[in-house]
């Protein structure tokens, strides 16, 4: 980070006194371990997705997540609720597009969201380069490229709608479309472990919400936190079952200062 804008450590510290709480639309797959990585870093996470509720949320949650791993007919109506609310009240709503090339269901209902202008978009090289109407090698969730090979297609969707977008993979890229970043760190057992990308945009969605005039910075604290915890958890962990209880550990004990210490952060 540079001198101009505040350190990741210091993003944790105000995402941890603000407790925000964070309306996480997430797949089925996902509420567990989105929960408790929330809970962990010091969020308060609601999964509340249902079309009668979602938008009346939206207004008091801190910011909305949107994740459309598991998308069905009856929660699409609950995700523009809470996009378009989001939208209405000024608060930042975080559209992680999962396996969006996948069907035309889920080309359609990306787009219906794209429409309503995403804070920040997070998804992995394949999604993201797909997404800018580049070739890619995606093959249902997961990535067939690298995310610095998604570089142009972050700049691209960055400047087309207005939103910083995330690029995770083994090296992250963030971009606002003037600014860009790469973020080192985590370990080869993070993709072992199920839906923690997805519970990673939740903890973007936490630190969007206590900084919610910042959310390039915001981003980068929140891929810092993970990259840094990642690592340290992969240092300790036999294998993946291991790994996610040591992972969460770390994002409970790690503090400000060693986030700075630690976090491998180069601005481009």
Request: proline content about 4%; charged content about 15%.
């Amino acid at each position: 980070m540079t001198k101009t804008t505040p350190s990741c450590g210091t993003l944790l510290a105000a995402m941890r006194q603000a407790n925000p709480l964070v309306q996480c639309i997430t797949n089925d797959v996902a509420m567990n371990i989105a929960a408790n990585v929330l809970l962990s870093a010091g969020a308060s996470p609601a999964m509340v997705s249902a079309e009668e509720e979602a938008g009346e949320f939206a207004r008091i949650a801190g910011a909305v997540t949107i994740n459309i791993g598991t998308l069905w007919a009856g929660g699409v109506a609950g995700m523009l609720a809470a996009a378009r609310a989001a939208k209405d009240v000024d608060k930042p709503w975080v559209l992680d597009p999962v396996a969006h090339y996948a069907t035309g269901f889920r080309r359609r209902v990306v787009g219906e969201l794209m429409a309503l202008e995403p804070t920040i978009l997070r998804g992995n090289a394949s999604e993201i380069m797909a997404l800018a109407g580049e070739a890619s090698r995606g093959q249902g969730v997961d990535s067939g490229d690298s995310a610095m090979a998604a570089r142009n297609a972050a700049l691209t969707l960055a400047r087309r709608h207005g939103c910083v977008v995330a690029v995770t993979g083994d090296v992250d890229f963030v971009t606002d479309g003037t600014r860009s970043a790469t973020i080192e760190g985590g370990s080869p057992l993070m993709p072992k472990v199920t839906a923690l990308g997805c519970a990673l945009t939740c903890l973007v969605g936490a630190f969007a919400a206590s900084t919610p005039d910042q959310p390039f910075e915001a981003t980068i604290a929140a891929l810092a936190l993970f990259a840094v915890c990642g690592e340290d958890a992969g240092e300790q962990a036999r294998g993946p079952g291991s790994f996610q209880t040591l992972f969460l550990d770390s994002l409970s004990a790690l503090g400000s200062e060693r986030l700075d210490a630690e976090a491998r952060i180069t601005m481009l």
